[in-house]
């Protein structure tokens, strides 16, 4: 499970009730579009903001009340009426994509939670409102979660955001371990790299298991749905260590039989949740 890319939307997954498919599939799509005008291809950078505004375009003429869009834009203007969905996560979205087109670094940790709050977080919460759970306890704990799932995707994916010339560790953190930008994979760096991953890691990871509650809140298959993912990240972040922290050599992907693992830790999670609290 790379934890990137949107792939945490369940929407496929049959643990979603059928009745929120259409409009979690609908928001999907257009985080996922979005995304891809960002990321993808080999536009320039003017071209790539100019599709983000047609994006930000559209969202006000739902915003509007108009009825002639596009056919993605009506199913998500269906959404939107349909479940009085504000339109304020989807703009951050937006913000967010088009400071991926321009920001490759990041200075502090609370610029990469700043991002973090728009690229990710609205996510959750737009699950939450289409299940009617969206009070501001929910809120506080989906937040965490997926800010946590941003940054273990980040852990994940170092290397392959250098090779896109992106770094999403803070630069504060490289040079409070004395870390080059331009050395990360170098082999010199190695000892001081995996100090600086270990810290890394266990700051997601309490993130995650600050926001780890909801999952226990939350009723039915939507809560056991949210125990996957927090299990399937917490997972992620047991491979980073397993590999020593060596991200370069060694990506890791979670197997089939990590699912399985994972799928019996989401059941037992409440007694797991406790254990992992009072050491954490």
């Not at 502090?108 to 939450?128: E, K, T």
């Not at 780890?212 to 993912?229: D, K, N, S, T, Y």
Request: with cysteine; proline share 5%.
């Amino acid at each position: 499970m790379p934890v990137d890319h949107y792939e945490n939307f369940p929407v496929a997954s049959i643990l979603l009730p059928k009745r929120l498919r259409p409009a979690v599939e609908a928001i999907y799509a257009f985080a996922r579009s979005a995304d891809d005008l960002a990321d993808e291809g080999d536009a320039a950078p003017e071209e790539r903001l100019a599709a983000l505004n047609t994006y930000e375009a559209a969202l006000a003429r739902i915003g509007a009340g108009a009825t002639d869009h596009q056919p993605m834009f009506e199913r998500l203007a269906q959404v939107v009426r349909e479940y009085d969905l504000p339109l304020k996560p989807l703009y951050e979205l937006l913000s967010a994509f088009k400071q991926d087109v321009m920001v490759t670094r990041y200075a502090s940790y609370d610029a990469l939670l700043d991002y973090c709050s728009r690229s990710a977080n609205p996510v959750g919460f737009m699950m939450l409102h289409l299940y009617g759970a969206a009070d501001e306890e929910n809120v506080r704990d989906s937040d965490a979660i997926c800010t946590a799932l941003q940054l273990i995707n980040f852990l994940q994916d170092v290397a392959v955001d250098l090779h896109k010339e992106r770094i999403y560790i803070p630069l504060e953190d490289l040079n409070r371990y004395a870390i080059s930008p331009a050395a990360l994979d170098h082999a010199s760096a190695r000892p001081r790299w995996r100090s600086l991953m270990r810290f890394e890691v266990d700051r997601a990871r309490k993130l995650m298991l600050s926001g780890a509650p909801l999952a226990l809140r939350l009723p039915g298959r939507i809560g056991f749905e949210l125990r996957m993912v927090v299990q399937g990240g917490l997972r992620i972040l047991d491979a980073i260590e397993a590999a020593e922290y060596d991200v370069f050599l060694h990506r890791p992907q979670l197997t089939r039989r990590d699912w399985m693992g994972i799928f019996w830790a989401a059941v037992r999670m409440k007694k797991r949740l406790k254990a992992e609290l009072r050491t954490a």
